[in-house]
């Protein structure tokens, strides 16, 4: 996620509307999941790539066993010159 998507992303938080706060309804649920996906890309997942490139290297195969679109082991692929099967 690029600085400008993380940026945007927590900027895009609706205000409260008196029927349930900031985080409710659809835009609340779509201002939610920008935030999320925004921590995540921040917080967790540069710690993922470094364990992750400690012990893979160019070549070999990931497993991506899990949910979701696959875009960490698409970037965990391309971060290590791995190939991605799942």
Do not use: I, N
């Amino acid at each position: 996620m690029s600085k400008e998507a993380e940026s945007d992303a927590w900027s895009r938080r609706p205000a409260p509307d008196g029927e349930g706060g900031a985080w409710s309804g659809a835009d609340g649920a779509e201002a939610f999941a920008a935030v999320e996906a925004a921590t995540d890309w921040m917080l967790g997942y540069p710690f993922v790539f470094r364990a992750l490139s400690r012990r893979v290297g160019p070549g070999p195969v990931l497993v991506d066993y899990g949910c979701g679109p696959g875009r960490v082991a698409d970037r965990a692929a391309r971060l290590l010159g791995a190939r991605v099967v799942g």
